[in-house]
């Protein structure tokens, strides 16, 4: 007997399928085509002169040596960009009461970090654009630095922006229930501060961007590495009053971008202008030590959260103070109170609890900006919220699973509406946690970690749930103003023989959006998945849309896909109809063929299909007219944001004499609703989570006193290698979203969310019996040993 | 700069002939004493394949294998490889040399944004040439110098074990 026919049975049954990736071939040979390797006629190159200050005044810059020197093109100063764009503010107006001073691509009078961008030079190389940077004399007159969040707050301390009454961007407040009488009849409360500190993303390509202005035709093409070419035409278009469209972007292949490369970057701002300026192509990518110092950076959070249990372990109550330190500006155009708002709205969100308040404070300082990278806010509400729940478990005397079990939301009781204000659909917390059970082998660790204690080695073991924000609606970004759309749209074109083209706004970062557009198209069309070629990231050729971020790209552009076509095929099959004389809906398509829908006979290949309404459509009925080019749009409805969930494990073992940290095993059990390509999805997975271990245990911009970042190379700034990354085990639960066809949310964001809450609670399983325990991270080996009281 | 001394840019505007052995073929390049090897090859020799990641040996992606040993082109200046046989990811791919890792690389989607590949590739390509059957914890250790944002590096290591498996039982590397 054979196994019962799944619906992978079905033929060009994509969806569900582990296949590889169609445009990975090239990478592997080494024909990757990323912005840093593109050269274009009369391309010239960028280097930028930055400030060695954290704050200072600028009281002069000569820069007539560095004219003279040949091969130079241009130097640039502020007031010559100012000339011809217009200033940027990162506020959006449903953050209400958020201030941030105006920005323009290099400043007029003031730095306000180390590093920033104050003078542009343009040159035959970037080395003699390097050289001329030397020649360059810049007077500064040193302002007072507030270079911590502490500083930040004083009262009558420095001010960042002149005329602003203190360093406060934004505050927000949430208060749910009834928080003081809960703490007040609680058996139990926990308590803690955490710090959380600055990473950033380490993209191994860095920044990278060609912008060629063409004077004669009055347009504008960049070549930018980025998730968002569409926001980013409407950005250079508005700033720099070309009309929209004959501004061009072109995203091809990128090095990573995690979030990173969709910001608004002061030099990527100044290379557009400089190319305007010189009406010829002018490339810029950073270097390692610039994007160290102008990348957006991420977390630097301080929280103060308590968390009130009846005397059963149930939970009834958190209470949170959020401080969040910025740079001196709030990032563009999506703003950097982003990720503060999601630690205090994720904050106990697998939870089933009523009573909840929440202080976000979100504070200027002169650092480089932080803003959106992967998992924004998750990691940070996760760690906090897990942490307590284990303290938590500890003081009422129940194991981390227990506690766990007792207070997740059933499986059952959705819809729910968490106390921080968001709608779950529909979530599986709790058979997420009864497989994580399983594939931990949880009883033979908690058995295994007894003996070896016993023995002087010291296992830790740590678990965290959480949830996911996927799919985004205009709630995350539109209704506040801001520009970037939550649709997209897709055309999808049957040509002369018989393939399809997919055209489609979501973008391709690596995670394989291409993949999983082709292998939905195919299924839906009835052909193989090498007759569909996926095209994305060009503004004059892809229709407009969000393209890929926060979880997008599967759940809104995936589904763009299925209902595109699924248009195309209706059209194809009215075709095949008046040619076969049949009713439509007595035909189907399988491997590019039209069938018999009844008995899967062949009639006719859609190759012919195609042949006669391009080529003899004369042949066809008087009035026909094949439309064999699809166009479609889709923007999510139903609830604002697709919510996804699971659960992470980790196993550690602590060197309790040097400090450090040895990952054992990870695990993970997520949901992300309709799998396309579980290959893909678990790469995701992985790949996230090694993004959070690297956060956990090794990732800081360590700044001094005086605003200076100390670590920013890649031999000082540690990032997670091979050698000290576990093997991770992955399962899933499937709980599709009803409010699309497709049922996908997203996944990009699952892996890094938990990862470094698993490994707080695990080291800190892992030192209970010395009474020590950690509230930070990265938990470096000085940490831990810190806590052990040995340093 | 007031005292900047003139002689500098004489000194950068030199260049200083170089003759090697790319990918099988005899180049000679015109550079300029300061230009790293990374450079030359990605932009005069347009191979485009070898990629600057950290330009100071600390994350693998410029990796190629310089006289059948994988050194960081970064690290290099051009000058310093005159003579040298140069093997980049464009000519181990058309030799077909690591055609298999190749492969199951793909099959395992070992690779996301594709940046850290190449120097993977190249790595991995020596590994196997030195040890033919390495454990798990070998390959970990041979990559420690390849870094990589996306994968998490499993599908990586699963790859180079599978090969690593499949040329011992093919008998073909000894």
């Known amino acids: 007997m054979s196994a019962p026919l799944t619906s992978l049975d079905r033929p060009n049954s994509y969806i569900g399928r582990s296949v590889p990736r169609p445009n990975a071939k090239r990478l592997l040979a080494g024909r990757g085509r990323y912005v840093s390797d593109l050269r274009l006629p009369r391309m010239l190159h960028a280097a930028f002169l930055r400030s060695p200050h954290a704050h200072a005044k600028i009281i002069s810059i000569d820069v007539a040596q560095a004219r003279a020197l040949e091969g130079v093109h241009l130097v640039a100063i502020g007031a010559d960009l100012a000339k011809i764009c217009t200033p940027w503010t990162g506020t959006l107006d449903h953050f209400k009461g958020m201030t941030s001073a105006p920005q323009l691509p290099l400043p007029l009078d003031r730095v306000v970090w180390a590093g920033q961008a104050v003078v542009a030079v343009v040159a035959e190389s970037r080395a003699i654009a390097e050289d001329a940077l030397e020649l360059i004399e810049i007077d500064y007159e040193d302002l007072p630095v507030v270079a911590d969040i502490d500083s930040a707050r004083e009262a009558g301390g420095p001010l960042i922006n002149p005329g602003s009454g203190n360093n406060v961007c934004f505050r927000s407040q949430l208060d749910n229930g009834s928080v003081d009488d809960a703490f007040a009849h609680a058996a139990h409360v926990v308590e803690e501060e955490f710090c959380f500190g600055r990473h950033t993303a380490v993209t191994l390509e860095p920044r990278a961007i060609v912008a060629e202005y063409d004077p004669a035709a009055g347009a504008l093409t960049v070549h930018h590495a980025t998730q968002t070419p569409y926001q980013f035409q409407d950005l250079y278009s508005r700033h720099y009053g070309i009309p929209e469209a004959r501004v061009r972007v072109i995203a091809t292949d990128i090095g990573g971008s995690f979030g990173m490369k969709l910001h608004v970057y002061h030099e990527d701002m100044a290379v557009v202008g400089l190319s305007i300026l010189l009406g010829r192509p002018v490339k810029y990518v950073a270097d390692r030590m610039e994007s160290f110092v102008s990348d957006i950076h991420a977390r630097d959070h301080r929280v103060r959260a308590r968390m009130a249990l009846d005397a059963e372990g149930e939970i009834l109550a958190m209470d949170v103070l959020d401080l969040t330190a910025i740079g001196a500006f709030s990032t563009y155009p999506r703003t950097s109170v982003v990720e503060g708002n999601q630690v205090i709205r994720l904050m106990g969100a697998p939870y089933r609890f009523k009573n909840y308040r929440a202080t976000l404070e979100v504070i200027f300082q002169n650092k480089v900006q932080t803003s959106q990278y992967r998992a924004v806010g998750h990691p940070i509400a996760c760690a906090v919220t897990e942490r307590l729940v284990d303290m938590a478990a500890v003081k009422l005397g129940l194991d981390p699973l227990a506690i766990r079990a007792q207070n997740l939301i059933a499986d059952d009781a959705y819809p729910q509406t968490s106390p921080t204000g968001y709608r779950f659909e529909a979530l599986s917390h709790q058979a997420c946690l009864k497989r994580l059970h399983e594939i931990m082998d949880y009883d033979a660790l908690r058995a295994e970690q007894a003996e070896l204690r016993k023995s002087g080695v010291y296992h830790g073991i740590g678990i965290a749930a959480f949830v996911e924000i996927t799919n985004p609606s205009p709630a995350f970004y539109g209704v506040g103003g801001a520009r970037i759309s939550s649709q997209d749209g897709a055309i999808l074109s049957l040509t002369p023989s018989g393939e399809v083209r997919c055209l489609i706004s979501v973008t391709e970062q690596g995670q394989g959006t291409e993949a999983i557009i082709s292998q939905i198209v195919a299924d839906q069309l009835g052909l193989a998945q090498e007759h569909v070629k996926v095209i994305t990231g060009d503004t004059e050729v892809t229709p407009h849309g969000g393209a890929t971020w926060a979880c997008r790209g599967a759940g809104i552009g995936g589904e763009t896909a299925l209902q595109a076509a699924r248009a195309l095929r209706r059209n194809i099959l009215e075709i095949a109809a008046l040619i076969l004389q049949e009713q439509p809906s007595a035909l189907d398509i399988i491997d590019g063929e039209v069938v018999d829908a009844g008995t899967r006979n062949q009639r006719m290949p859609i190759s012919e299909i195609a042949r006669i309404a391009y080529f003899r459509s004369d042949t066809l009925p008087p009035g026909t007219q094949a439309q064999l080019t699809v166009s479609h749009h889709f923007a999510p409805q139903g609830y604002p944001f697709a919510f996804t969930n699971g659960i992470q494990g980790c196993s550690l073992e602590v060197d309790v004499e040097t400090g450090f940290i040895k990952m054992l095993k990870h695990f993970i059990v997520e949901d992300c609703g309709r799998v396309i390509n579980p290959m893909l999805v678990d790469e995701q997975l992985r790949g996230g989570i090694v993004q959070g271990l690297g956060a956990a245990l090794f990732e800081e911009c360590r700044y001094s006193e005086t605003g200076q970042l100390v670590n920013g190379s890649l031999a000082d700034y540690l990032v997670p290698m091979p050698m000290e990354m576990p093997d991770i085990v992955i399962a899933h639960v499937e709980t599709p979203t009803a409010d699309t066809e497709l049922g996908a949310k997203g996944c990009g964001e699952a892996g890094t969310a938990a990862a470094s809450a698993c490994v707080l609670n695990a080291v800190n399983d892992a030192l209970t019996p010395f009474n020590a325990t950690i509230n930070s991270i990265p938990i470096t080996p000085a940490k831990v040993l810190k806590a052990l009281k040995r340093f | ?174």
Do not use: W
């Open chain 2, 1 to 174: 700069m007031s005292g900047f001394d003139e002689s500098l840019l004489d000194d950068a505007d030199e260049t200083v002939r170089v003759r090697f052995v790319v990918n099988g073929r005899k180049v000679a390049c015109e550079v300029a004493p300061r230009e790293t090897l990374v450079d030359c090859l990605r932009n005069a020799l347009e191979l485009t394949g070898t990629h600057a990641g950290c330009e100071m040996g600390a994350c693998g992606a410029c990796l190629v294998q310089l006289d059948g040993q994988a050194v960081h082109a970064c690290l290099m200046f051009t000058v310093q490889a005159d003579g040298a046989r140069i093997d980049t990811i464009e000519g181990l791919t058309e030799s077909g040399v690591i055609a298999d890792l190749q492969a199951e690389f793909h099959r395992r989607n070992a690779l996301q944004c594709g940046f850290c590949t190449p120097g993977m590739l190249v790595n991995a390509h020596e590994l196997l040439s030195r040890v033919t059957q390495p454990s798990r914890e070998e390959i970990r250790d041979a990559l420690s110098g390849n870094y990589c944002r996306c994968t998490g590096y499993e599908a990586i290591v699963d790859a180079i074990d599978a090969v690593a498996k499949a040329r011992s039982e093919s008998g073909g590397a000894t």
